[in-house]
């Protein structure tokens, strides 16, 4: 069985700012491993954030190598000590706004990775953020609501990869999923 974790980065949440990731059971039969490389992670990225931001009707993002740095710190980071959680950005000024992803190593492209973020948007609904999930789990609409945040203007992500999995962070200024913030 292919599994893959997700989990979106809330900030300034009076909020449990802990949400369980959620588990993802995708179908897989194709035994090749996914095509990588940077110039196809920047490539997929900035489509597929855009055309998600292009159907809720706000401002493309733009790839920002500073972010990419710094997300490819953490997911190395990830990799290394297998763990799966929320970079806790001590001292970062400004916070930078963070989605995550862990697969099964070489099961997912990079499409499918964002792919599984986006997909949340079936649970979005308008609202005051955090109530604007459908199912009234503010956490299963986490990474959809950063990657649409409006004024957020940059996003930088990165892989990295051990033995069993495949760890994508994607980070983003300014940040989003700011609690009190209106969506429509």
């Avoid at 369980?20 to 900035?46: E, F, H, I, Y």
């Amino acid at each position: 069985m292919v599994r893959a974790l997700l989990t979106g980065l809330v900030l300034l949440l009076p909020v449990a700012a802990t949400a369980n990731p959620q588990t993802a059971t995708v179908p897989w039969t194709d035994k090749r491993p996914a095509a990588r490389g940077s110039q196809l992670l920047r490539s997929t990225m900035v489509a597929a954030h855009n055309e998600a931001r292009r159907q809720y009707g706000v401002a493309p993002l733009f790839w920002d190598d500073g972010l990419a740095r710094d997300a490819a710190v953490y997911a190395q980071q990830l990799a290394r000590t297998g763990r799966f959680e929320h970079d806790p950005q001590r001292g970062r000024r400004p916070p930078q706004g963070e989605n995550l992803f862990m697969g099964t190593r070489d099961a997912y492209s990079y499409s499918d990775m964002i792919g599984l973020l986006v997909d949340e948007r079936r649970y979005y609904r308008p609202g005051r953020f955090p109530a604007v999930s459908r199912t009234g789990d503010w956490s299963q609409v986490a990474h959809y609501t950063q990657i649409i945040w409006p004024a957020s203007r940059r996003v930088g992500c990165a892989t990295a990869s051990n033995r069993a999995n495949d760890y994508l962070v994607c980070r983003y200024l300014p940040a989003g999923n700011v609690v009190g913030t209106v969506l429509r």
